[in-house]
Structure formats: structure tokens, C-alpha cells
């Protein structure tokens, strides 16, 4: 895809969330530069647990999580929106210690992330095989699944918390398609618990989530030649211990008009723009979400507290 086309992609889903009878913008596209360096300073927050508590899955369960990859053939993990990759090197490097054959494909729609990822890891690792691809993840995987070796696609951080039910079966049943019989998938899910814990870690006190969400705000206004007025913007995040769902809101403190790409955007006083779900799950729910999307449940590893799991899964036969 090339430069302008993605403009335009972002253009067109930019005024068509707005324009929504109830408006959203698409999370993806809080990840530009800034939004990059925001998301790095968000995971090193006391209230953001969920970083954390991989880290310490990947830390403590290691040799296990290796065990139940490893078939004695070499293998490609293949990690959807790798970030800065700062939990999965535990295991990367613990798998090039154990002598193990394997290629790290990290896939994020953020060249300016996969490039200091890149770097970093030939600095760190520099016997791991990489191969990096920047843009979408089906588009990524159409390309990389062709391969014959087997595949471990890696969707860590609870990323898939950021779907709806419905979208998530959507997307796992979609991502299985291109997964072939001995393929695995390791899936990183927040866990429900105590809903004054879940709603800190997205309004934390030092107001940094709501500077991730604002940001978007200033991407749209520098790439659309928009002229939002941030201090106009109320961020407001709330969590349904029924579902699981903890959704967070800009809402327009006044009455204004916001000019976006040429096109006028009319927002009544309190309207809200929905700007992302990060939904928990617990036990019942992820066999649900599995059976539902056509996976089988291998294994599943928790943190001491069980606020957080990676767990792995195969292609249902």
C-alpha cells in the first residue's frame, strides 16, 4: 500500500466514524509517533497491570510455554501488532538459548515501531532470523501462511480485548482460515476482576491514557487539516463488570462544529466519540470464544494472581 492510499484509507474511515449517527474513531489509528511514545509511557503505569503481568507469565513459565510449541521442527512466530516487543524477547531469547530453529516475523501496522524494534533486537539478538512485515494482519498473514514450516501466531497483550464479542469470533474465525492443521495460536486475554482495578488502568492519575486518546484528536487535525480543540474534549472511560467491557469515550463539552478534511463535523453538547473497548473474559467465556471461532484449547498460563492469561490454542480439525 502505498503512502497515498493509506491517506486516503484513513481519511475515509476518519469522516465515516464521525459522521456515524452515534460516532467512533477506529483505535487503530491512535499508533503514529506520538501515539507510539504514549502507548511506551501507558505500560509502565502502576494502574496498567496487563503489561506487567505478562511480562511476569513469559518470565516465569518460559521452558513450559516452549514445551508446548516445540515439536523438534523448526517454526515461525508470526506476532500480530508487535509493538516494541519488550515481553516476547523473554522468550525469544530463551528460545535461542535452548538451541531452537526458529524465524520471528513481527507484524505492526506502525513502521516507526517495527523499525526500533528491528533495531533493538539485531542489538540484542543478533543471531535471531527476523523478518518484519509493516501493514495490516490478514494482509500479512496471506502472504507469510504460504510458507511450509509450522506457524505460531502470536497475538499478546489482550489486543483481542479491543473487539467486541461478535468481532472477536469474526476475527478468529477469520485469522484460523489461514492457518494450516499443525498451526497454533498464543493469545494473550485480560481477566475479569475487581472493576476498581480495570477502570484505573485506563484513567490513570497522571492522565496519560487521556493524552493517548487526545493525540488521535491532533493526528486528525495534522494529517486532515482538521482544527479540533483538545480542552473541548472530555476523556471519559467506564467498565461493565457484566460484560466485561471497559469502553472509553471523548465527549464534546460543548456545542461546535469541526471542520475535518473539508467536510463540516456537528457536535451536539455531551456527544460522545466511542474511541476503544478493552473487554475481560473469564473461563466460560474464552471456551465459548474458542468453540465459536473453530479453535481447540491446548494449554493456558496465568500470573500469580490470575488477573491475566497467554493461552494456546490449535486449529479444530
Known sequence: ???????????????????????????????????????????KLDEYYLTRKEHEIFTTHKEAILQSI????????????????????????????????FTYTPVDISGNVLEILETNLKAEMPDLKMESFQGDYFDALAQISTNPEKDVVFFLGSTIGN???????GFMSKLRGFLK???????????????????NA????????????????DRINDELEANFERDQFQHYPYYNPHTGECRSYLISKVEQEVVVAGEKIHFR????IFMEISKKYDAVQLEELAEKSGFKPLNGFHDQESWFADILWEKEK
Open 269 to 272: 453538547a455531551w456527544e460522545a
Open 163 to 169: 473487539f467486541t464479542e461478535e468481532e472477536a469470533i
Open 1 to 43: 500500500m502505498t503512502q497515498t492510499e493509506a491517506t486516503t484509507i484513513f481519511e475515509e474511515e476518519i469522516l465515516n466514524g464521525l459522521k456515524a449517527r452515534n460516532k467512533f474513531l477506529s483505535s487503530k489509528y491512535f499508533y503514529d509517533a506520538r501515539g507510539d511514545e504514549l502507548f511506551q509511557q501507558i505500560m
Open 202 to 217: 485506563y484513567n490513570d492519575h497522571e492522565g496519560v491514557t487521556k493524552e493517548f486518546n487526545l493525540n488521535l484528536l
Open 70 to 101: 516445540y515439536d523438534g521442527e523448526t517454526f515461525r512466530i508470526i506476532e500480530l501488532g508487535a509493538g516494541d516487543g519488550s515481553k516476547t524477547k523473554i522468550l525469544l531469547k530463551h528460545f535461542l538459548k535452548q538451541g531452537i530453529d
Open 181 to 199: 492443521p499443525s498451526d497454533m495460536l498464543f493469545l494473550g486475554v485480560d481477566l475479569k476482576k475487581d472493576p476498581s482495578i480495570i477502570l
